[in-house]
């Protein structure tokens, strides 16, 4: 099984450093740039990050030079300040009536005399509801990539990025207009009413196009920019007050262009739905 940290807020998405112990300074945003990143694999060997991520790495992660680490040794060397680590860590968050978990991947600073839970998060993404397979994210797991990376570059260049108010300001600059750019989408992430072109027309007027997990991978895979796609954390079946993420993801630029954190109140809450798609189209 996967560690659990636990989250002591809500509202985070890029950072889930909401408790005081997590919150990264500039600093280790520096100290990021002059270590080793260490990838620690998952413990259920046969998992989907364990069977993509290498690959991954060596085609789409450029900033630091990389390793690869079992997370007994993750354990050891978490307190070295020279290494940073990309790990997925199962989070719950304390304020919630429903105590759902999920798995993030995340990216953590190592950091003398601190348990797991209290190394500096530099970004962290929500991947999937912790019960659910990892086959439902592991085709998109590139792009997350690309994000933290591009993401840390983007702090290092506006450190006002830093915390609570900095990720408020992150998510108002957002990617920019959704012109021009298909829309991919999987069938079973919308609901009935708008589960055609047709249908989306009438409130979505930039194109659409309903595809496979491989197309989306695939767009991914060639950093196509005229390709967005929908990742969608949500339960795989209805639960009353609890937490639904809906981000829409650049394929090529990595940058996040929409995003939806919402408390589930039905069914409906848990897809992209027309309310969604008409704030879409008004992006700027």
């Not at 650049?250 to 798609?277: C, E, F, R, T, V």
């Amino acid at each position: 099984m996967k560690k659990t940290v636990l989250i002591l807020a809500v509202g985070f998405i890029l950072n889930m450093a909401t408790a005081q112990q997590h919150i990264p300074t500039l600093d280790d945003y520096n100290r990021f740039l002059k270590s080793k990143t260490m990838v620690v694999f998952d413990e259920v060997k046969l998992s989907v990050f364990n069977w993509k991520i290498k690959e991954i790495m060596e085609r789409a992660w450029t900033i630091t030079p990389v390793e690869y680490i079992t997370f007994k040794e993750f354990e050891e060397l978490k307190h070295d300040p020279n290494l940073s680590f990309i790990i997925t860590t199962v989070a719950s968050f304390e304020k919630d009536k429903v105590k759902a978990r999920f798995d993030f991947l995340s990216l953590l600073m190592g950091q003398p005399d601190k348990k797991l839970k209290a190394l500096p998060d530099l970004c962290s993404i929500p991947l999937a509801y912790a019960q659910m397979d990892d086959d439902t994210y592991g085709y998109k797991l590139e792009a997350f990539i690309l994000f933290i990376q591009a993401y840390v570059k983007e702090v290092l260049a506006d450190p006002t990025l830093i915390g609570e108010k900095g990720f408020s300001k992150y998510t108002k600059k957002k990617g920019g207009s959704l012109a021009g750019k298909t829309l991919y989408l999987l069938k079973e992430e919308v609901p009935k009413d708008i589960n055609d072109e047709k249908k989306i027309k009438s409130v979505y007027p930039h194109p659409v196009k309903f595809v496979t997990h491989e197309e989306i991978e695939a767009a991914i895979a060639r950093r196509d920019n005229n390709v967005v796609f929908l990742h969608k954390v949500g339960p795989a079946k209805f639960q009353h007050q609890t937490r639904v993420y809906k981000i829409i993801v650049g394929a090529g630029d990595s940058k996040l262009y929409y995003h939806a954190h919402k408390i589930m109140k039905s069914q409906a809450d848990n897809a992209l739905q027309a309310k969604d798609l008409k704030k879409m189209a008004k992006l700027k």
